[in-house]
């Protein structure tokens, strides 16, 4: 049945990780599974009765430094490691059935908390070995962006500009970091009536503890009630301006990284014979949200990648015009003697 879906040149490789994690090479059924960004490839396989996911991801040559997905395996954050081979980029690890969250919280104000601590279960962990510069990852993305000349005009120059100031005076050097997940998107979660697993963790490393705040942040927190309860969560009813500024800024970040990664994506879904559509007006999130939610468009085709990632600029946009903004960025010039600059 391996050899239904599995790579040809990989199938030995996979019947040796079998043999050692379950003393057998008998799989009973093998589903490719839709992936996240990441270009493994994934699927569900049931082995001895247990249900399983396969990855098969390139190979690596750090065999000898525990990963940062077996350390949330070993804190019960994420799914447990049934067998790992970096070397020939092999891993089984437990399968999840999941359910919607929303079906056993039924206030979203007590999901706001829960995942919040989820959070700070995460960014409690031993220390990651990874760490990458989160300046310049946005750095890179935003001008890879730029150099591709798809999209320009007045919103990404205004956009831009905006990020200059969040580049001047945001704490990118600060020493405070965590271990972070990185893409705590809903996919990345899942629920098993329970508990919430965490799985995907090949963009972990040490991070900025607001990155995993405000990625989770702008897929669930929509009004300041929600945010109120979603910081104090996390830091334990003691969150403050400085907090709050920090968080805010930090959501227009990702949001900025997330819409250039779905544009980045579109493009290579583009059907050859289409061009983009290249209006910008008039695509709100909420508007886009509700069609996701309702099934009219998905993020894993064409349509759906190119207006979430038009939704997402506008909002990011928005959130950069407003006077929160403002006195964010001067409440982190204040705090870390930055001087208020737009250069």
């Known amino acids: 049945m391996l050899n239904t879906l599995i790579p040809a040149e990989r199938i030995r490789a996979v019947e040796i990780a079998l043999l050692k994690a379950f003393n057998t090479t008998e799989v009973t059924e093998v589903i490719l599974l839709n992936g996240g960004l990441s270009s493994a490839a994934v ?34 954050l994420a799914p447990a490691v049934y067998y790992l081979n ?23 104000n007590v999901l706001l908390s829960k995942l919040a601590k989820t959070i700070k279960s995460i960014h409690e962990l031993p220390l990651f070995s990874k760490e990458n510069s989160l300046l310049h990852t946005v750095d890179g993305l935003i001008a890879a962006f730029k ?15 905006h990020y200059d100031l969040i580049r001047n005076h945001y704490p990118w050097e600060d020493t405070d970091k965590v271990s972070s997940h990185n893409d705590l998107n809903p996919n990345n979660m ?15 490393f040490l991070n900025d503890r607001y990155v995993d705040l405000a990625i ?9 009630e929600q945010e109120n309860i979603f910081l104090e969560s996390y830091f334990d009813r003691n969150s403050s301006d400085y907090n709050k500024a920090r968080f805010f800024v930090m959501r227009q970040v990702c949001r900025l990284v997330y819409a250039i990664l779905m ?3 579109a493009d290579t879904t583009k059907p050859s014979d289409k061009e983009h559509d290249l209006a910008m007006e008039g695509v709100s999130l909420k508007a886009v949200k ?43 010039a204040e705090v870390h003697g930055l001087g208020l600059s737009s250069k």
């Not at 970096?86 to 979203?108: A, C, E, L, W």
Request: with cysteine; glycine share 8%; proline share 1%.
């Open 43 to 76: 699927y569900k396989i049931v082995v001895a009765e247990q249900a399983c996911v396969l990855k098969l991801d390139s190979p690596s040559v750090h065999e000898n430094i525990i990963s940062s997905m077996e350390i949330a395996a070993n804190a019960d």
């Open 86 to 108: 970096k070397t020939d980029g092999i891993t089984i690890t437990r399968f999840i059935t999941g359910m919607p969250m929303q079906s056993v919280f039924k206030s979203h």
């Open 147 to 161: 150099a591709a000349g798809t999209w320009s005009g007045l919103v990404f120059e205004e956009c831009f500009a």
């Open 190 to 204: 899942v629920f098993d009536g329970e508990k919430i697993w965490v799985i995907d963790w090949d963009a972990a």
């Open 216 to 224: 989770m942040a702008n897929f669930y927190v929509t009004t300041d």
């Open 263 to 265: 544009f980045k994506l």
């Open 290 to 332: 509700d069609q996701l939610g309702s099934g009219k468009i998905n993020l894993g085709i064409y349509q759906g990648q190119l207006l979430f990632g038009k939704a997402l600029w506008n909002e990011t946009l928005n959130s950069m015009r407003s006077e929160r903004f403002n006195l964010s960025i001067e409440r982190l």
